[in-house]
């Protein structure tokens, strides 16, 4: 199915957010996550179940002001 | 008297942002001039492999300062909401410093959807420091929607233009004495620092100004004196200034003059 994670499309296989994120090699990163606009906590990844056109945000700590 | 944000006391009234530096070792630098204890962070999307955000977080470990996540760049709530949440979980902290930007050219904040987002965080139990106007009645709404700390700016972000309305920024010191205020945005030089601790303004959140400087370390080094220079005279109790000059040096005894008159 057909995805959009940070803003570019991709065709995965992945059936939840936490196999979405290893199949992209984000691996131990630290980082944060939200589908459609809403966050999803580390712990609900597993718990997420991707559909095609999902829109999914992987954010990391930035430098900010 | 220490700096108490959320129960939480610093000695430091600098608080510094983390972008823009030339370098990664200037930032920790500049930090460490500035005598800074709490640093803004932010968040962006990362693809897989990325190192600049493990660089940030072992400069922050290392400087041990307290971090403070911004929502930058979000334009409504949700979008805020969101930011917030995704740095409650990454940087395990409740304190959200609160941006819902309403205008493109100032950065000006949209109070609208400042004070529901907000409320939503507070009740969330996050600890929210907004970044606003001056207004006095928007100060009063995010104080009723649970915020404790408030953070009128004090010119556009990025703009270095100082205190654009030192007037707005007295009566809202005025106006609510005992909540901690922040101006936040818009410092350009030191003396514009300097300015509002003389107000009463109880720190200074600023980041461009030190980033952008020449050399950024010196600049740094130069904001952490202004800051502590205008507290210190904001609890001497500053003079009022007049309209007619008055002689410092005494007059009585000066030569030159007949002292008595018939």
């Known amino acids: ?65 | 008297m220490a700096l108490t944000l959320y129960g939480e006391t610093f000695r430091s009234r600098v608080l510094l942002g983390s972008a823009l530096y030339p370098s990664p070792d200037i930032l920790r630098r500049s930090i460490a001039a500035a005598g800074s204890e709490v640093v803004t962070v932010s968040l962006r999307r990362e693809m897989a492999g990325g190192k600049e955000s493990e660089v940030l977080l072992s400069i922050i470990r290392e400087a041990a300062v307290r971090v403070l996540p911004n929502t930058a760049g979000c334009h409504s709530v949700k979008e805020a909401v969101t930011t917030a949440q995704m740095a409650r979980e990454l940087f395990d902290t409740p304190w959200i410093k609160l941006e819902v930007i309403g205008e493109e050219d100032t950065l000006a904040p949209d109070p609208f959807g400042l004070v529901e987002a907000a409320r939503i965080l507070t009740r969330d139990g996050f600890q929210v420091l907004p970044y606003m106007t001056e207004d006095l009645v928007v100060a009063e709404a995010l104080l009723d929607a649970g915020c404790q700390v408030l953070m009128p700016w004090g010119a556009p972000i990025g703009s270095g233009r100082g205190l654009n309305n030192p007037y707005g920024l007295r009566t809202l010191r005025n106006h609510f004495p005992d909540v901690p205020l922040i101006v936040d945005a818009g410092i350009g030089r030191p003396s514009h620092a300097a300015e509002a601790m003389e107000l009463g303004y109880d720190a200074i959140l600023l980041n461009t100004a030190v980033a952008k400087a020449g050399d950024p370390v010196a600049m740094a080094g130069a904001f952490a004196k202004a800051v502590e220079a205008g507290r210190v005279a904001f609890e001497a109790q500053p003079m009022e200034p007049r309209d007619m000059a008055s002689p410092s040096t005494p007059l009585a005894g000066l030569p030159f003059r007949l002292t008595e008159r018939a």
């Open chain 1, 1 to 65: 199915m057909t995805v959009t994670v940070n803003g570019r499309r991709l065709e995965t296989s992945a059936a939840t957010l936490e196999e979405l994120l290893t199949e992209l090699g984000y691996g131990e990163r630290k980082v944060a996550t939200a589908v459609n606009g809403d966050f999803v906590r580390a712990t609900l990844r597993g718990d997420t179940r991707l559909a095609s056109g999902d829109a999914i945000d992987v954010v990391a700590p930035m430098q900010g002001g």
